[in-house]
């Protein structure tokens, strides 16, 4: 149980489209899904909490305006790169709380290049 | 500043060789603790977890963990490593304990396995 399936693992976009990245909680409902971003040989680095129903939280140095959160319903929530470049270029991987005991499940990531 | 610190970026050890990887935190209450392994271009799966109790925490693949309250550390242990142990290991931190909060991540220790 507790699986987190995140899609699509990899995509390469033109600089300038923008990509949209799905974190699905298949046999939980998530209220609460971080999104990572991580870089070559870096650590995981929190860029926002995604509350269903409400507006995402985001870190400090990270533009909303971007990188756009929407967690409409207890089961998703999506990251969407806007007008993407090649800075954007990462590793994103999204986690969701699993239960009151802070079970975080990851999704397996998903490899963004901006070409 | 507020902060999760694992010294050793690189570590090479032998196969059937115990390994020890460190790692220290800096925030004021104890907090929640973690151990992820992540593969190449793979998400992470969670080793180990520290919420209270006995300071030592048994986890997944033979690992185990030692709580030092005094020390701030989450030592990350395994008695005799297999190739298959090489990747790349994260300590994580939810720093307010907590089902809701986010984990704060250390900059990863990799491992390498010489047979």
């Known amino acids: 149980g507790a699986v987190v399936s995140q899609h699509p693992s990899w995509v390469i976009c033109k600089s300038g489209t923008s990509v949209k990245i799905e974190c699905r909680s298949l046999?939980?409902?998530?209220?609460?899904m971080f999104w990572y971003r991580q870089f070559p040989k870096q650590s995981l680095m929190l860029m926002a909490t995604?509350?269903?129903?409400?507006?995402?939280?985001?870190e400090q140095g990270v533009e909303k305006d971007k990188f756009l959160i929407n967690h409409a319903s207890l089961t998703l929530s999506t990251l969407t790169v806007t007008s993407a470049h090649p800075e954007d270029s990462s590793f994103y991987i999204c986690?969701?709380?699993?239960?009151?005991?802070?079970?975080?499940?990851f999704g397996s990531g998903t490899r963004l290049t901006v070409v | 500043a507020q902060s999760v610190t694992q010294p050793d970026i690189h570590i090479t050890v032998s196969e059937g060789a115990s390994l020890e990887l460190r790692c220290n935190y800096s925030?004021?209450?104890?907090?929640?603790l973690f151990w992820y392994v992540q593969s190449p271009g793979q998400g992470l799966q969670l080793l180990l977890k520290?919420?209270?109790?006995?300071?030592l925490v048994q986890g997944i693949k033979g690992f185990e963990a030692e709580f030092k309250r005094s020390q701030s550390s989450f030592n990350l242990r395994k008695p005799s490593v297999h190739w298959s142990d090489a990747a790349e290991y994260f300590c994580?931190?939810?720093?307010?304990?907590?089902?809701?909060?986010?984990?704060?991540f250390g900059t990863g220790t990799l491992l390498a396995v010489q047979p």
């Open positions: 986690s969701a709380i699993r239960d009151s005991q802070g079970g975080y499940t």
């Open positions: 994580a931190v939810a720093p307010y304990g907590g089902a809701t909060n986010k984990l704060i």
């Open positions: 520290y919420f209270s109790g006995d300071t």
């Open positions: 995604s509350n269903e129903g409400s507006k995402a939280t985001y």
């Open positions: 046999d939980f409902q998530a209220t609460t």
């Open positions: 925030y004021g209450a104890t907090p929640y």
